[in-house]
């Protein structure tokens, strides 16, 4: 495959559309045959190359140094699963599915508060919703539950200093990873192996029409 022709747009399409259950590349191949590019176009054909081989790698690479900034800012693992909680809110399905367990929960000990918590009637005309559907969760609008997540897990990033810390452990790792994909010599086999994932992710497309 000539990676010389493929964009940077597409890589990034790519990432995102292929599947990233696959295993990672060994460790005996993933640390050997390094060498500089000769040319800037050779080093850009190499990192987009490396990139979409060694993708399971380089998340595993990412993760592994995010948490041990992590161990060592214990306050900040606090903040990060507030961020997470927030953020997932803003999936309907996360919020819905945790809005009745909540609900489900609090009826057993109070069922009066738990209907108090029913989201409030929506008015109906012609058949449609007169203004468009809230999500609500415990009777609130769930942007009230990711504001209030957000704005907490920002005071205990502040707090532990964990966001400057974090920040700088996320710059270390892309930076070594941008450093393995540009010194890392794809073989012919990476070429082979990439070019049959994606002539398979294609042939599923095309089967299911």
Not at 111 to 120: E, F, N, S
Not at 180 to 193: D, G, M, V, Y
Request: proline share 4%; with cysteine; aromatic share 14%.
């Amino acid at each position: 495959m000539d990676w010389d022709s493929v964009a940077a747009g597409d890589v990034v399409e790519a990432l995102r559309e292929v599947e990233w259950s696959t295993s990672p590349r060994s460790l005996a191949e993933f640390f050997s045959r390094f060498a500089f590019p000769r040319s800037f176009s050779k080093w850009m054909s190499r990192l987009k190359c490396n990139l979409y081989y060694y993708r399971t790698n380089y998340f595993i690479l990412l993760i592994f140094v995010l948490g041990l900034a992590l161990i060592t800012r214990p306050l900040a693992i606090i903040g990060a699963a507030l961020t997470a909680l927030s953020l997932a809110f803003l999936n309907d399905s996360f919020a819905a599915t945790f809005n009745e367990k909540a609900i489900r929960t609090i009826r057993q000990f109070s069922p009066h508060l738990a209907a108090k918590m029913r989201p409030p009637h929506m008015p109906v005309i012609r058949g449609r919703s007169a203004s468009r559907k809230t999500v609500y969760v415990c009777g609130q609008p769930r942007l009230v539950f990711v504001l209030l997540g957000l704005t907490a897990s920002f005071v205990l990033w502040f707090a532990s200093c964990g966001l400057l810390w974090i920040l700088y452990a996320l710059a270390t790792a892309l930076l070594m990873i941008m450093l393995h994909a540009s010194l890392r010599t794809p073989n012919l086999k990476a070429r082979l192996n990439t070019f049959r994932e994606e002539f398979r992710a294609v042939w599923r497309n095309y089967s299911e029409l």
